[in-house]
């Protein structure tokens, strides 16, 4: 796909300017999938309950899944590094793309699983380790730009924290970036989306929240030294962004849309993870729209509102309903949000906004009217100066 332009996403616009924008654009609802949860392992307390396939048979089963899913919007895989995608199965999912529309998006460097990474990938303070954290990430961003992908995501979920006592801090954050940074020099024009998560596995995880997400970005890119690295940020585009994931935001008690649009004021959202969170708690990856649907709709104004044209991806882990359904179940509720917000009164909103103190507590009541079944009894609807 090569480097898509996302500066637009920075636009400054003028509440006249807004609502012309609003009025005419809508969101392209791209979805795609992680190919990790098509058969969802066990965890600390219960077993698997799904019977898993074997190695010769699962990426049959994912494909066989996966491609029903085009009709209802489906167009996107995304995969780790070297469990789930890999030098010998690559081709597969190209094909697999070719035949379906379903395209591999991302191949994800897996830096966290191993036994290995017990004490970090990129930012262990073992050498040897960090090499070989160094290594697969080179090779993930390869593979990458082998099948010209629209970016590769980040996670540091294993580089971080329990005890901060005498944790020389600093020291493990350049590891991090200086890692990433080589990787990136070594295989120039990829760009990378970092996810931010706050905790879990770790107790705290490096660059955990949307705010040091933004700042690993800038620090990285001031690292890179390839010129062909160098001539793409000179150009003004970004080479490293963010890949915000709803419940990991939400686990940091950080605002959806808020964290969303400070993403795009940088002009660094490459890529979203959609599901659904309770604020802080364990990491549910529940079904979209289940919990907090008015987060999920705020967040999708404010990317409408930057005219975010960017992917929406399914983190989901549906132990107790099959794959296909539990994807169809996002896929719908995403797009029933959606349609929501495109029949907003963007006029009668963007005034509510612009003009507070002549419009006390009728952005709520739009709001409520807009939610409202059909031939809900409610009061009159002032009118918005």
């Avoid at 090499?131 to 970016?151: E, G, P, V």
């Avoid at 070594?186 to 700042?215: F, M, N, Q, S």
């Avoid at 993403?263 to 708690?281: A, I």
Wanted: proline content about 7%.
């Amino acid at each position: 796909m090569g480097l898509v332009d996302l500066k637009s996403q920075a636009a400054r616009r003028t509440p006249e300017e807004m609502i012309a924008h609003l009025n005419g654009f809508e969101l392209e609802l791209k979805f795609s999938a992680g190919v990790w949860f098509f058969f969802p392992g066990g965890g600390r307390f219960h077993d698997s309950y799904v019977d898993p396939p074997s190695d010769d048979e699962w990426l049959d089963r994912v494909f066989e899944t996966a491609a029903p899913l085009a009709e209802h919007g489906l167009c996107g895989l995304e995969g780790h590094y070297p469990n789930e995608v890999n030098e010998e199965n690559i081709e597969r999912y190209v094909e697999f793309g070719e035949q379906t529309g379903i395209r591999l998006i991302t191949i994800v460097p897996n830096l966290f699983y191993d036994r290995q990474w017990e004490f970090g990938a990129l930012s262990s303070p073992d050498p040897e380790v960090r090499r070989r954290a160094i290594q697969r990430t080179k090779t993930a961003l390869k593979l990458n730009k082998q099948i010209d992908s629209d970016f590769a995501i980040v996670w540091p979920g294993i580089d971080g924290f329990e005890n901060p006592f005498g944790l020389d801090m600093i020291a493990a954050r350049d590891r991090f970036c200086e890692g990433l940074a080589e990787a990136m020099d070594a295989v120039p024009g990829v760009r990378v989306a970092e996810e931010p998560k706050p905790y879990e596995p770790r107790a705290h995880i490096l660059y955990g929240t949307t705010p040091e997400g933004l700042l690993m970005a800038q620090k990285v890119e001031n690292l890179l030294q390839n010129p062909e690295n160098r001539a793409i940020l000179e150009g003004g585009d970004a080479m490293v962004g963010l890949n915000p994931e709803v419940g990991h935001v939400l686990m940091g008690f950080e605002d959806l849309a808020y964290a969303f649009s400070l993403v795009m004021e940088y002009g660094r959202l490459f890529h979203t993870h959609w599901n659904s969170q309770p604020l802080g708690n364990y990491d549910q990856d529940q079904n979209v729209g289940v919990i907090s649907p008015e987060q999920a709709e705020a967040a999708l104004y404010a990317l409408k509102m930057q005219g975010y044209s960017g992917y929406f991806g399914i983190d989901i882990n549906p132990e107790r309903m099959p794959v296909d359904r539990a994807l169809i179940n996002c896929m719908d509720a995403l797009r029933a949000m959606n349609e929501r917000i495109n029949r907003m009164p963007h006029e009668r909103i963007i005034a509510c906004q612009a003009r507070p103190a002549q419009n006390r507590g009728l952005l709520e009541a739009l709001l409520t009217r807009a939610r409202a079944p059909e031939g809900a009894e409610l009061s009159p609807m002032p009118d918005v100066r």
